[in-house]
């Protein structure tokens, strides 16, 4: 069974720093994209990163680009999000997913690109 789980989230102030990683299992990692996705109160999900299966690029939305790096670790089967300088605009629920098609659902914020969800972790920016 598919399983991504995710931790790290938590509660920083403006300018902190989080690291957030996520576990995966029950599929073959290597042949997935994992991208981290977040959705604020009231508003829809949206992608954040995503880092490819054939070759490690990564993708960031405009937004946290300088900010925030994901990195992969194919023996661990682990991905992670630093993020750095945090703004309270980044407050959300951050979820990873899985997707075969090498994060082109995630540069296009297509939720439905993704295969497998992770339950998500919040992570809260205080000004």
């Known amino acids: 069974q598919a399983q991504l789980v995710e931790s790290g989230g938590g509660l920083v102030q403006s300018g902190g720093s989080l690291r957030l990683s996520c576990a995966a299992s029950g599929f073959t990692f290597r042949n997935y994209a994992i991208g981290w996705w977040r959705q604020a109160p009231g508003k829809g999900r949206e992608g954040v990163a995503c880092?490819?299966?054939?070759?490690?690029?990564?993708y960031y939305r405009d937004a946290v680009k300088g900010r925030f790096t994901i990195a992969r670790d194919n023996p661990k089967k682990m991905v992670t999000l630093t993020m750095n300088n945090l703004k309270p605009e980044d407050t959300a629920i951050y979820y990873c997913?899985?997707?075969?098609?090498?994060?082109?659902?995630?540069?296009?914020?297509?939720?439905?690109?993704?295969?497998?969800w992770g339950q998500g972790t919040q992570v809260t920016v205080s000004s």
């Open positions: 880092i490819a299966y054939r070759d490690d690029s990564p």
């Open positions: 997913a899985a997707e075969w098609s090498d994060c082109v659902g995630v540069e296009a914020g297509d939720p439905e690109g993704s295969e497998y």
